[in-house]
T-cell receptor, first 115, second 108 residues
């Protein structure tokens, strides 16, 4: 069964460093998303991406964040200068249609630890 | 915000018992979705119920939706130890909005 994959599973970085989190969505999906979950808190939406551009983003997704689909398969989240409060699980998701119509499929997550 | 909120926050049951959890939301929806998250893992989609549906089944799961009360329930029948997880409802506008979840512990 096709699934969303994410790498790495765990990333440790120093404050101020740049990190890139990678995702491979399900191949025939058109909509891509990033969410994060700070330990013990709710899953929070960061950004949605369709047709090679950001369709929606939350207030969390500030100028430190960017997303890219560099080729036909990968979908990346870049944090330019990490802060301690960026420590969280980051989940990538994809869907065939927009969220109003069907479910999203989530990857296993990348645990980001900022020291 | 259309964020779903689950109730109760935590539930502990014996294997074989049923588990029921509820979700309330604030505004109109196209659909409502339930997800499961095992500790430290990703979210697994369980079931989607559309706004024009009242009840939906999937295996041991039964979901109801009452749009007049802006609420939904998830019933897990004949629970197993493997059902131990956190369960989230998610409502949608342009994104999924998750509640804090119900943590279900199934005791063997």
């Amino acid at each position: 069964e096709p699934e969303v994959t994410q790498t790495p599973s765990h990333q440790v970085t120093q404050m101020g460093q740049e990190v890139i989190l990678r995702c491979v969505p399900i191949s025939n999906h058109l909509y891509f998303y990033w969410y994060r979950q700070i330990l013990g808190q709710k899953v929070e939406f960061l950004v949605s991406f369709y047709n090679n551009e950001i369709s929606e983003k939350s207030e969390i997704f500030d100028d430190q964040f960017s997303v890219e689909r560099p080729d036909g398969s990968n979908f990346t989240l870049k944090i330019r200068s990490t802060k301690l409060e960026d420590s969280a699980m980051y989940f990538c998701a994809s869907s065939t249609q927009g969220v109003s119509y069907n479910e999203q499929f989530f990857g296993p997550g990348t645990r980001l630890t900022v020291l | 915000s259309q964020q779903g909120e689950e109730d109760p926050q935590a539930l502990s049951i014996q294997e074989g018992e049923n588990a029921t959890m509820n979700c309330s939301y604030k505004t109109s929806i196209n659909n409502l979705q339930w997800y499961r998250q095992n500790s430290g893992r990703g979210l697994v989609h369980l079931i989607l119920i559309r706004s024009n549906e009242r009840e939906k089944h999937s295996g041991r799961l039964r979901v109801t939706l009452d749009t007049s009360k802006k609420s939904s329930s998830l019933l897990i029948t004949a629970s197993r130890a493997a059902d131990t997880a956190s369960y989230f409802c998610a409502t949608n506008d342009y994104k999924l909005s998750f509640g804090a979840g119900t943590t279900v512990t199934v005791r063997a």
